[in-house]
Each structure stands twice: as C-alpha cells, then as structure tokens.
C-alpha cells in the first residue's frame, strides 16, 4: 500500500509538470519503436489518413498538421502520406508494389544504391492532400483491384501524439499487417489533460467516418485496431451508432483494443452493444504498460473504494467474458507500444488466436486468456540488433533514418520488471 501511495504521488508530480503527461501514451512517441527483426528490408509505403488536425505550412515539401480544428464541427481532410518502415517483404510484393510500396536497397551507403533508392522514390507517388472522402475513397478501391485480398485496416491512435507520430504509426502497423491502412488522426493535444478534452470533440466526427468507410466497402474485409485512449473512441461509436447505419455489411470484421485506457467495469457492462458490431473483438493487456498502470493509480488516488481496473491491464480479469479474446503481452516487455506483428498474426487468422508465428507462441492459460511470448531465437537476434543500434532513433519524419531502430522499447519504456 504505501510503495502505491509513493508511485502514485510521482505520478501526479509527473503529471502536472512540465506537460511530460506519461498516461497513457508514449512519452518517446516520436521515436521509432517497432523492433526490426532478421529478414526484414527498408521500405517506403503510403498510408491513408482522415484528420481533424489544422494543415500546417512547412518549408518542406511534405504534408504535416498540427492543432484539432474546432470550428467548423464538420471539419475533416483527407489524404496520403509516405512513411518509412521495415517488414518481410511478403510473395505479394508485385502488387504492393502497383499500391506504391518500395524496398529500399540493403545497404544505402553505396552511392550506386542511394541513386537507385531516390531513382525508386522519384517514379513513386509522393504525399498529397485529397480535395475529399469520396477522392480518398477511389484511391483505396484503386488499391484493392490489384491486391489479392479485399482487407481494409484503420487505425485510431492513442493521446498526446503529432500527426507524423501517428502517422509512423500506422506505417508500422500497415507495414505489419501488409494491406491499406487508414489512420484516423484526430486532433489530441501533447498532454493527457489537452487529449481528453479533445477526444470527445472529434467523436461525432469519427463515427461519420467509420460509416463512411463502412458503406463505401460492403465487401470488403474491414478491421479497427485501436491503441490506449483511441479505444474509447471505438468504444463510444459501437455505443452511439447501429449496425443498421452502415447498410448491408454484416459488421466489422474485427475490433481490437491495444492497452484499452476504458474503465473495466464500464466496459463490462456495455459489451452487447459492442459485440452488436463485431463477433470478433480482441483486446491487448499487460501488467509491465507503465502509462496504463500510471493512468489506474491516478483513478485509484482520487476513488481509492471503487476505482476499478483499466481494461488494459492483466488485473482487469477480461479473459472471464466469453465474448472476448485476450492476449497478455507482458513476456514482449513492450511498455505501452502497440503489438503490431502480433496483430498481424490476428487478422491474418480472421481474428482468431494461432498457436504460433514467425515471431511469436500463443499459450492459451485460462477461459479466453492467452498469453504472448516470444520465439527465443527471433527474439535474441532482435535484441542484440537493437542494442548495436543503441542511441540512433528518428524524429517521426518521413526520411531514410527510419531504417534505423532504437535501443529495444523494454529499455527505452523502463519495463525490464513489472510497474505493477
């Protein structure tokens, strides 16, 4: 009790100095934080993106965006941006490829590979800002003519990130997952306090989006993954909206909750009006996600008899409700960052739990309980990648440093033990 009662008063120091805000996103954010694992190659990929963010003029010849726009309510843009990442480049390359994704040469210190990397880059598509949805709509119908699957990611992101942070989010995640991913960046300040008071500003916002989308691919695999505050977005939309407003879909295909910051009791007990739009939901815990475990002791401290759990967290006992999947992520030491292969390996399942992967066993412990850990040999061989590359980290821009990794996040995130 009292070592929770000192954790919990640095973390209000924490939080009401200097905007560092801990809860419950990354305060290294910007760097990049998908480990890089053997076999994998640099690329260049486009990622769709929906924002309630004011467009910010640069002397670059890129795209960025900066504060949520309150007035109009309506206020949205639409566009692409390319972003760096790494993956294993997938058999189905040729047709990434005709969607815009480049791989870039192994080493980019020769001069004749550099030449050969910018020459890719020149032919290739580069950012633009698309005059409306129905524009956004077309390109991404464009996309799926050419690939062999129909499957559609978005991405909503959790608080206190910039546009190009969540941007390189999604990147990581569609470089992950291998299909369009549309990032949904709403307008969140750099602070908890500033994102809580802007998620619900864009919330009407977000379900006039994810209806759009919905209605505009009937038949097409559509999934939503969600990180952190982002959840409760999701969360509110199932709440707000009917599986009848968006036409003649079945649903959505999957829903999943990475580090949910939700009130576990609240989630509970509005489950059926979630599980109306989707049969398959899938929700992250962990008990080493620093920002999670300092967002449930803020609760604690101010309602210390009733404070509840979040649903982020191993405490929060999910794996009893039948409707749901849930995956503990602690053994991966990944602090507050999203499991991006591992949400791969979900939807390339169709939302249900495999036994293993490329990088990772699924041990199956209780009720609807699983547990992540990882292949030792991939992982070792990870580790000892990032410790070489200790120090070097990018600044969520678009540019070729990002084929470098920072030092492994359970270093960077401080979670070699449990915060519990």
């Given at each position: 009790m009292i070592s929770r009662i000192v954790f919990c008063f640095f973390s209000v120091v924490l939080l009401l100095s200097a905007q560092i805000f801990v809860a419950p996103e990354a305060a290294f954010a910007g760097n990049r934080l998908k480990r890089v694992y053997e076999g994998e190659s640099n690329i260049s990929l486009p990622v769709y993106f929906a924002t309630d963010r004011a467009q910010v003029v640069t002397s670059k010849k890129d795209l960025d965006y900066g504060k949520q726009i309150i007035f109009p309510l309506d206020a949205m843009s639409?566009?692409?941006?390319?972003?760096?990442?790494?993956?294993?480049?997938?058999?189905?390359?040729?047709?990434?490829?005709?969607?815009?994704?480049?791989?870039?040469?192994?080493?980019?210190g020769k001069s004749k590979d550099k030449r050969a990397a910018f020459i890719l880059e020149s032919n290739a598509e580069v950012s633009h800002v698309l005059s409306s949805f129905d524009e956004m709509v077309a390109k991404?119908?464009?996309?799926?003519?050419?690939?062999?699957?129909r499957e559609i990611v978005i991405y909503v992101h959790g608080c206190c990130l910039s546009y190009n942070e969540s941007m390189q989010q999604a990147a990581d995640l569609a470089s992950s997952v291998q299909a369009p991913v549309i990032a949904y960046s709403w307008?969140?300040?750099?602070?908890?306090?500033?994102?809580?008071?802007?998620?619900?500003?864009?919330?009407?916002?977000?379900?006039?989006?994810?209806i759009g989308m919905l209605k505009s691919f009937p038949d097409a695999k559509i999934s939503v993954v969600s990180s952190s505050i982002g959840t409760q977005l999701v969360h509110n939309f199932c709440l707000q909206r009917r599986p009848e407003d968006y036409g003649n879909r079945k649903g959505i295909d999957e829903l999943i909750f990475s580090r949910a910051d939700l009130d576990d009791v609240a989630f509970r007990s509005q489950l059926e009006s979630v599980m109306r739009h989707s049969k398959k939901l899938i929700v992250y815990v962990s008990r080493n996600d620093f920002q999670i475990n300092v967002s449930g002791t803020?609760?604690?401290?101010?309602?210390?008899?009733?404070?509840?759990?979040?649903?982020?967290?191993?405490?929060?006992?999910?794996?009893?409700?039948?409707?749901?999947?849930?995956?503990?992520?602690?053994?991966?030491?990944?602090?507050?960052v999203i499991p991006y292969e591992s949400v791969a390996d979900i939807l390339a399942n169709n939302g249900d739990v495999p036994t293993d992967s490329?990088?990772?066993?699924?041990?199956?412990?209780?009720?609807?309980?699983?547990?992540?850990?990882?292949?030792?040999?991939?992982?070792?061989?990870?580790?000892?990648?990032?410790?070489?590359?200790?120090?070097?980290?990018?600044?969520?821009?678009?540019?070729?440093?990002?084929?470098?990794?920072?030092?492994?996040?359970?270093?960077?995130?401080?979670?070699?033990?449990?915060?519990?």
């Open positions: 639409y566009g692409f941006k390319r972003m760096d990442s790494t993956c294993t480049v997938p058999d189905n390359m040729e047709s990434l490829t005709k969607c815009g994704w480049l791989v870039y040469p192994k080493d980019l991404i119908k464009s996309n799926l003519d050419v690939l062999p699957k307008g969140c300040s750099l602070g908890y306090a500033g994102s809580s008071m802007a998620f619900p500003r864009t919330q009407e916002r977000f379900n006039k989006f994810l803020l609760r604690w401290f101010f309602f210390p008899s009733q404070h509840g759990e979040r649903a982020g967290h191993v405490r929060s006992g999910l794996q009893m409700e039948q409707a749901l999947t849930v995956l503990d992520v602690s053994p991966l030491k990944m602090g507050h490329r990088l990772y066993k699924y041990q199956h412990m209780e009720d609807n309980l699983y547990r992540v850990v990882p292949q030792q040999s991939i992982f070792a061989h990870a580790t000892k990648k990032q410790l070489r590359v200790k120090g070097r980290a990018c600044d969520g821009c678009s540019s070729h440093s990002h084929n470098w990794n920072t030092l492994g996040t359970s270093v960077l995130m401080g979670s070699d033990g449990d915060n519990d």
